[in-house]
Antibody, heavy 119, light 108 residues
């Protein structure tokens, strides 16, 4: 079955960077775009961007494009989210999600990675 | 960016009752790229419905979706105990994916 397993929780200081991994299994990694979505507790999910393992193409939400890099490593079947210049407002749970090949929705999700930004 | 507004914010219902959740888009977008997700505390969202009315794999048939244009509905015909959760709609348009603010279904 499809599994996306993310790296563990992180505590960062303002101005630092965080890199989260998302290891995929149970399907052909190149066949599905990997997206990243974050969610502040009690709030709606917020889409951040995607990376296509088949060709390396990436696209980011305008809100994050200046400080985010999303990549995929096909040899490791793993996606990565790199977020820089962290502020307390970046405290959230970060999810990777697999885009369904049938449309513009997400049919598989990682378990989430909690990132706390605090001095 | 498409703004999605869900209503009501909270539904207080009893097991066995029918739940009707609404999702309204701020502008009409061509295509039926509207999905519904269920989220329980401490868990990732789970896909229920895609393209407005298609049930995802393994989703019970008590869940159904409808709508087009700007108005979409998720219906749960008879609530089971495991259905008490938060539900989000999600829309794709212009290379952006947007979520509604959620509807919480709580036990009355």
């Amino acid at each position: 079955q499809v599994q996306l397993v993310q790296s563990g929780a992180a505590i960062k200081k303002p101005g630092a960077s965080v890199k989260i991994s998302c290891k995929a299994s149970g399907y052909t990694f190149r066949s599905h775009v990997i997206h990243w979505v974050r969610q502040v507790p009690g709030q709606r999910p917020e889409w951040m961007g995607w990376s296509n393992p088949a060709n390396g193409n990436r696209y980011y939400s305008q809100r994050f494009q200046d400080r985010v890099t999303i990549t995929t490593d096909t040899s490791a079947s793993t996606g990565y989210l790199d977020l820089r210049s962290l502020s307390p407002e970046d405290t959230a749970v970060y999810y990777c999600a697999r885009r369904d090949s049938r449309g513009e929705h997400f049919d598989g999700w990682g378990q989430g990675t909690s990132v706390i930004v605090s001095s | 960016e498409i703004v999605l507004t869900q209503s009501p914010g909270t539904l207080s219902l009893s097991p066995g009752e029918r739940a009707t959740l609404s999702c309204r888009a701020g502008q009409s977008v061509s295509g039926s790229y509207l999905a519904w997700y269920q989220q329980k505390p401490g868990q990732a969202p789970r896909l229920l419905i895609y393209d407005a009315s298609n049930r995802a794999t393994g989703v019970p048939d008590r869940f159904s979706g409808s709508g087009s244009g700007t108005d979409f509905t998720l219906t749960i015909s008879r609530l089971e105990h495991e259905d008490f959760a938060v539900y989000y709609c999600q829309r794709y348009a212009s290379s952006s994916w947007t979520f509604g603010q959620g509807t919480r279904i709580e036990i009355k």
